[in-house]
């Protein structure tokens, strides 16, 4: 019986022991390449200026933290993405309904928003100055088309992958207009548009920090500006750590709970 149990696939394994053993090989990963990145840092082939340790972005980091310059910077940052994200959400929902459901608009409208998809969110830096100046709501717009387009053709795709089936039974059972979208299709579309959310979200983060480096505010994309501008690279890996962080961060505690609910609630988890 011991035998048996020994051979049984990791799959049959407990989760809790196939958890600790992924953390496990994450944290020897990391502290393999943390120490290697100190031994090149180390081995003086590069100025500490230009490729700092990582003992050295530790100080820079604490250092930020605790005089309260980088909790700054990232609140600021937060409010610019919240506005453009939501902005984001609250169209691209209404459009990608619309595109999934109307083959003209899909033909036509969802082919310009295809093109603009694959348009990268720096080229909206020059339009966004122009239109608005150097500004709060430059930022703002720069944020909005990074994550529009991509959250659109996630909620078009999941509404184009709905059953027939289930709209024939809505409308057989009384509903109609607004119900079909609201009680039909959004939960039907729920885990594709999910997965358009979180991608939308991404690529948000990812315009905000181009966007912030235009505009002269305590934010973390001006701070990997003032980085640059001060030769001082243990400053800009700093920022980037506390980048990172909070995008892991908000996908963990955000993104992921709920993606990991709804495939539960569909049934999609094995």
Not at 209 to 230: F, H, I, K, P, V
Request: glycine share 10%; net charge positive.
């Amino acid at each position: 019986m011991t035998a048996n149990v020994a051979t049984l696939p990791e799959s049959y394994a407990p989760q809790s022991t196939i958890k600790w053993q992924s953390w496990g090989s994450r944290m020897v990963f990391y502290s393999g390449l943390l120490l290697f990145w100190e031994g090149v840092a180390r081995s003086g082939m590069w100025p500490s200026y230009v490729l700092p340790g990582p003992s050295i972005v530790l100080i820079t980091l604490q250092q930020g933290i605790m005089d309260g310059l980088f909790i700054k910077a990232a609140w600021v940052s937060m409010q610019h993405i919240f506005i453009g994200y939501s902005i984001s959400v609250v169209v691209g929902l209404v459009f990608g309904l619309l595109l999934g459901q109307n083959k003209f608009l899909n033909d036509t409208l969802g082919s310009l928003v295809m093109g603009l998809q694959a348009l990268p969110s720096v080229c909206w830096l020059p339009l966004a100055i122009i239109w608005f100046g150097l500004n709060e709501r430059a930022i703002v717009f720069v944020v909005v088309m990074g994550a529009l387009f991509s959250i659109i053709l996630g909620v078009e795709g999941g509404v184009r992958n709905i059953p027939p089936q289930y709209l024939k039974a809505a409308r057989n059972l009384g509903a109609s207009g607004l119900a079909i979208y609201t009680q039909v299709m959004l939960p039907a579309a729920l885990p594709t548009i999910i997965s358009g959310l979180k991608q939308g979200w991404s690529f948000a983060w990812r315009s905000l920090m181009a966007a912030e480096l235009l505009y002269y505010s305590l934010s973390l994309g001006n701070l990997l500006q003032t980085g640059r501008d001060l030769n001082d690279a243990a400053l800009v890996m700093a920022v980037m750590v506390v980048i990172i962080s909070f995008g892991v961060c908000i996908d963990r505690l955000v993104f992921s709970p709920v993606e990991n609910r709804v495939r539960e609630r569909w049934g999609l988890v094995n």
